[in-house]
T-cell receptor, first 114, second 115 residues
Framework: KAGVTQTPRYLIKTRGQQVTLSCSPISGHRSVSWYQQTPGQGLQFLFEYFSETQRNKGNFPGRFSGRQFSNSRSEMNVSTLELGDSALYLC?????????????FGPGTRLTVL | DQQVKQNSPSLSVQEGRISILNCDYTNSMFDYFLWYKKYPAEGPTFLISISSIKDKNEDGRFTVFLNKSAKHLSLHIVPSQPGDSAVYFCAASAKESGSARQLTFGSGTQLTVLP
C-alpha cells in the first residue's frame, strides 16, 4: 500500500506571495491533518479534515487555510507569506478522526520564504 | 503553553546499551500517547503507543512506560543500535466530545547511538 505523498517536496517563495501544498493520503484513509515543524518547536497542529469537513483547527492565523476533496486528497494554502512561515509542512492521514487510529506522515514539503 | 514537554533536546548512548527518552505532560485529559521517530528529510514514523488504561506497552526492542500520577512517560530502547539515531517525538491526545482527536507533540529529542 502506497504511503502518504506530498507535493512539492521543496518550495522557495518570497514574502507576500501565496503557496498551495498538496497531500494524498493512504488509500482508504479519510482523515488528513496538517502540521508545521520549525526548529525547536516540534510539530504544531494546523488543522484536520475528514470527509471534506474541517474537524479541528490549531492556533494559526487565518492566512493558513485548507480543504479536502471527495477523494480525500487535501490542499493547504498560505497567503501573504511571511519569513516566519519558513518551515517543514507535514501531512498525516488516518482512517478516521474519532478514534485512536495511528496517524501516518508524509515526507513533508520544505517551504523557504525569502 | 507547552502541554507536552521533552526537556532533553539531545541524548547520546553507546551501541548495545539502553536508551531512555522522557516526556512530561500537563493536560490531565490526555488519555492516549504515542512515540514517533524522525530521520532528516523524512516524515515522522510511528513507533509505539499506549493508552492511559495501561502503564506499559512493549514492542520488540521498544517499551513505553506511563506514570499517570506523575504525568510522565518514557520510551526505552534496548539494545540501542546506530540505526536508532534520529529525533524522537512524544505525542498525546485527549478525547474531546464533538471534535476530532488531535495530537499534541513535544519538541523532540535527538538520539545519537555511538558505535
Amino acid at each position: 500500500k502506497a504511503g502518504v505523498t506530498q507535493t512539492p517536496r521543496y518550495l522557495i517563495k518570497t514574502r507576500g506571495q501565496q503557496v498551495t501544498l498538496s497531500c494524498s493520503p493512504i488509500s482508504g484513509h479519510r482523515s488528513v491533518s496538517w502540521y508545521q515543524q520549525t526548529p525547536g518547536q516540534g510539530l504544531q497542529f494546523l488543522f484536520e479534515y475528514f470527509s471534506e469537513t474541517q474537524r479541528n483547527k490549531g492556533n494559526f492565523p487565518g492566512r493558513f487555510s485548507g480543504r479536502q476533496f471527495s477523494n480525500s486528497r487535501s490542499e493547504m494554502n498560505v497567503s501573504t507569506l511571511e519569513l516566519g512561515d519558513s518551515a517543514l509542512y507535514l501531512c498525516a492521514s488516518r482512517r478516521t478522526s474519532r478514534s485512536t487510529d495511528t496517524q501516518y506522515f508524509g515526507p513533508g514539503t520544505r517551504l523557504t520564504v525569502l | 503553553d507547552q502541554q507536552v514537554k521533552q526537556n532533553s533536546p539531545s541524548l547520546s548512548v553507546q551501541e548495545g546499551r539502553i536508551s531512555i527518552l522522557n516526556c512530561d505532560y500537563t493536560n490531565s485529559m490526555f488519555d492516549y500517547f504515542l512515540w514517533y521517530k524522525k530521520y532528516p528529510a523524512e516524515g515522522p514514523t510511528f513507533l509505539i503507543s499506549i493508552s492511559s488504561i495501561k502503564d506499559k506497552n512493549e514492542d520488540g526492542r521498544f517499551t513505553v512506560f506511563l506514570n499517570k500520577s506523575a504525568k510522565h512517560l518514557s520510551l526505552h530502547i534496548v539494545p540501542s543500535q546506530p540505526g536508532d539515531s534520529a529525533v524522537y517525538f512524544c505525542a498525546a491526545s485527549a478525547k474531546e466530545s464533538g471534535s476530532a482527536r488531535q495530537l499534541t507533540f513535544g519538541s523532540g529529542t535527538q538520539l545519537t547511538v555511538l558505535p
